[in-house]
C-alpha cells in the first residue's frame, strides 16, 4: 500500500478523538518529549514524516529521491527537488511484520533494497509506477537467505548492477548476486567491524574496524558478466587506532577516513595498485569523533564532514581548514550522514527528523577553484564561461545562504 505524506502530517492526520479527556490524555503524552528544535543559516530545512528514529538514508543514482528507513515499519522516499519547498511530499513504503533498519537505492533507481531488523535479512522492493503517476511498492517473492552471524553493520548495491554485499560485526563480508544467491564470503580479519561499503564505481568493497587500516577488495567479473572473484586491491595505512568509517569520492579516486586516534585522513586511492603501487595520503587533520561516528566526502571531492555524537563538522577537503561546525543538530546521535551527488546539500539522521544543509563550505570551494582557473584560463572563451560559473554559484551562496 501506498500513500503519500506531506511533512505536515501530525497528530491531526490520525482524525479527531470523540472522548475529549482521552484527547486530553493524548496530548499531554505527546507533551512530554518534546520536538527537539534546531535552527542554523545553513538549514535548508527537515523533513518530517517518520514517527521512529531514522537509521538509514541513501540518495538515489539519478539525484531524485531520497530514501529513509526507519524503526516505525516505513521506507520513505523523498523528492529532493522539495527540499526547499515548504511542504516536503514523500511516498511511504510499508515493511510488513518488521522494519528496516538500512535502506539502499538500485543503480536505476526503480528499486532499494532493506536490511530487516527481525528477519536478519535482505528484502528487495521494486517501484512500480501507476497510471496516475504515483508510486507503489512490491517485495520480491523472496527474502535473501540468512547468512550473517553478527549485527549487520551496512549493505550495498553495487552501481554497475552485478552484485549486492552486507557486512556484519564479525569481520564477515558476503557478495551476493541480484537474486540472493551468495557469490562469495570475505574475512576481513579485523576483530571486529565498524563500517563497510561499496565503493560508488561499484568494483570495490571495504571495510574497517578494531586495526588501524581500511581494506580495499575488487569484485571481479568476467567479460561475459559472470562472477570470478573478490581479489585484495589494497590497504590504507596510516592511522595509529581503530578506524570509525569512511567515504568514496563519486569516482573512488579519493577516500577519507576518521580514526579513534582524533585524525581525519584523505588518500589518493587513484593508483595502479595492480602493480603493486599504494594509495598515498594526501592530508592528515585533527577531528573530534566517537564510536558510532560517520563521515561523508562530497561527490566532488571538495568536503569532509564527520560526525561526531549529535554534532557535525565541515571540513575543505584541499586546506583541511575547518569551515563549519554545527551543535546538537538532533536529539539522538547522529545515525547516517551524506552528500547529495550534486554536492549542494549534506542530510543527516539522528532521531524522527531528517535534517538538510546547504554545502556551503562546497559551493566556497568551487568558487576559489574557478577563481584559480580563471587566473591561468588562457582563450576568451574559457575565462567568461568561468566568470559565468563563479557567478552562479555566488548567487547561489547569496539567496539560499545567510552566511554569517
Known amino acids: 500500500m501506498t500513500t503519500i505524506c506531506a511533512s505536515v502530517e501530525s497528530s491531526a492526520a490520525k482524525g479527531p478523538t470523540s472522548k475529549k479527556p482521552k484527547q486530553e490524555k493524548q496530548r499531554s503524552r505527546k507533551d512530554k518529549p518534546a520536538q527537539h528544535s534546531f535552527s542554523d ?8 514524516g517518520h514517527s521512529g528514529n531514522v537509521t538509514c538514508l541513501d540518495f538515489s543514482s539519478n539525484g531524485k529521491y531520497l530514501a529513509s528507513c526507519a524503526d516505525d515499519r516505513t521506507v520513505r522516499i523523498w523528492s529532493t527537488k ?13 515493511v ?20 530487516l531488523a527481525n528477519g536478519d535479512t535482505i528484502r528487495i522492493l521494486k517501484m ?17 537467505p540468512q547468512k550473517h552471524k553478527a549485527p549487520i553493520i551496512n549493505i550495498g548495491i553495487a552501481e554497475t548492477g552485478k552484485f549486492i554485499m552486507s557486512a556484519s560485526t564479525d569481520t564477515t563480508i558476503h557478495i551476493w548476486d541480484l537474486k540472493g544467491e551468495l557469490l562469495a564470503s570475505i574475512n576481513t580479519n579485523q576483530m571486529t567491524s565498524s563500517y563497510a561499503a561499496v565503493s560508488p564505481c561499484g568494483r570495490f568493497v571495504a571495510s574497517c574496524g578494531f586495526t588501524p587500516d581500511v581494506k580495499v577488495w575488487e569484485v571481479c567479473f568476467g567479460k561475459g558478466g559472470e562472477f570470478r572473484e573478490v581479489a585484495r586491491a589494497f590497504d590504507l595505512k596510516g592511522h595509529s587506532a581503530g578506524v570509525h568509517a569512511f567515504a568514496f569520492s563519486n569516482n573512488s579516486h579519493r577516500m577519507v577516513t576518521v ?12 593508483v595502479e595498485y595492480k602493480k603493486q603501487q599504494d594509495p598515498y595520503l594526501l592530508k592528515t587533520v585533527p577531528c573530534s569523533s566517537s564510536e558510532g561516528s560517520r ?14 555524537g ?3 563538522a565541515m571540513y575543505d577537503a584541499a586546506t583541511g581548514n575547518l569551515e563549519k561546525e554545527l551543535h546538537g543538530v538532533h536529539s539522538e546521535n547522529i ?21 538538510v544543509f546547504h554545502n556551503a563550505p562546497g559551493y566556497q570551494a568551487a568558487i576559489k577553484d574557478m577563481q584559480d582557473m580563471l587566473k591561468k584560463a588562457q582563450n576568451e572563451a574559457m575565462k567568461q564561461r568561468l566568470q559565468q560559473q563563479i557567478k552562479d554559484a555566488q548567487s547561489a551562496l547569496d539567496t539560499n545562504l545567510l552566511t554569517e
Open 41 to 48: 543559516p545553513l538549514l535548508a530545512s527537515s523533513l518530517k
Open 295 to 308: 563521515v561523508a566526502l562530497s561527490p566532488d571531492g571538495r568536503v569532509v564532514a564527520i560526525s561526531n
Open 335 to 355: 545515525s547516517d550522514l551524506r552528500f547529495d551527488i550534486n554536492s549542494r546539500f549534506l542530510v543527516c539522521s539522528g532521531d524522527k527528523a531528517i535534517r
Open 82 to 94: 522539495d527540499f526547499l519547498e515548504r511542504e516536503h511530499k514523500c511516498l511511504r513504503a510499508n
Open 310 to 312: 549529535c554534532n557535525i
Open 128 to 144: 512500480i509506477k501507476k497510471d496516475d503517476g504515483t508510486f507503489s511498492f512490491k517485495a520480491a517473492p523472496e527474502d535473501f
Open 96 to 115: 510488513e511484520l518488521d522494519h528496516a533498519t538500512l535502506v539502499r537505492f538500485s543503480p536505476d533507481s526503480r528499486a532499494f533494497i532493506t536490511w
Open 259 to 270: 580514526s579513534k586516534d582524533g585524525t581525519w585522513k584523505l588518500w589518493n586511492t587513484d
